[in-house]
């Protein structure tokens, strides 16, 4: 049987973190600026930042209370923490949800994997091989992944997909991965994403190196998976 994941904050459920991140502004929007958020709100927001900040309980150790502070001259709003020593701690609740579009990326990469497997196998030589696409080094199945390149890689699909299609409630299935429950919905990301798509084989090697090596080193890479 297919079960819709949750999330349990406190007394609140949310279907994803997608909707723990509008509730959280929805607490900031309705807020008074300079004004101590209620100890209902003020309660929840430090538990979410203490499940989702980089820092996780860290951040709100110490804290005396949380408010709502507007820098100058902007219409930005922001929590403060206030800590016992006096001193006041702006607090980014963005940070909470740098994870948010890696958690949506995982479901709709999730969707696309039946594609990725078809590119991988149409990919896959005589001998049961691959071609690495930048070193040309031959690549065995487990060495050889499916890699989003050019103008749009799979992170820029996504997020200009749900820039006009808010993404829905998610679910486990029965074979335990997450899935959108609206088909329909799942149906047009993947028609999407096979209209803006360019795919290519990487050595895992590089694959994982390409997101945070600069180019020049990238290079170096290659060169030395050549000279094996």
């Keep these: 049987m297919e079960t819709v994941q949750s999330i349990t904050i406190l007394d609140k459920v949310f279907s994803d973190i997608y909707q723990i991140k509008k509730y959280c502004s929805k607490i900031l929007a309705e807020a008074k600026i300079d004004e101590r958020l209620s100890p209902e709100n ?78 991988k196998k149409k990919q896959e030589r005589a001998d049961g091989t691959f071609i690495c696409a930048l070193s040309g080094k031959v690549l065995s199945w487990q060495d050889a992944q499916v890699d989003h390149f050019g103008k749009m890689e799979f992170k820029d699909i996504v997020a200009a997909f749900i820039k006009d299609n808010e993404p829905g409630a998610v679910k486990i299935n029965e074979k335990g991965r997450r899935q959108f429950i609206d088909r329909e919905y799942a149906e047009d990301f993947i028609e999407f994403h096979n209209s803006k798509v360019q795919l290519r084989i990487l050595d895992i090697k590089i694959n994982r190196n390409i997101k945070y090596r600069k180019l020049k080193e990238l290079n170096k890479l290659v060169m030395s998976l050549r000279r094996r």
Aim: net charge positive; charged share 25%; aromatic share 14%.
């Design 42 to 119: 003020e309660t929840f927001i430090l538990e979410v930042y203490k499940n989702y900040h980089p820092k996780g309980s860290n951040i709100g150790k110490q804290c005396k209370g949380i408010f709502v502070r507007q820098p100058e001259n902007t219409t930005i709003r922001v929590f403060s923490m206030l800590y016992k020593n006096g001193m006041e701690f702006v607090t980014s609740i963005k940070k909470c949800f740098q994870t948010e579009l890696s958690y949506i990326s995982d479901v709709f990469r999730g969707e696309i994997h039946p594609e990725m497997t078809r590119f």
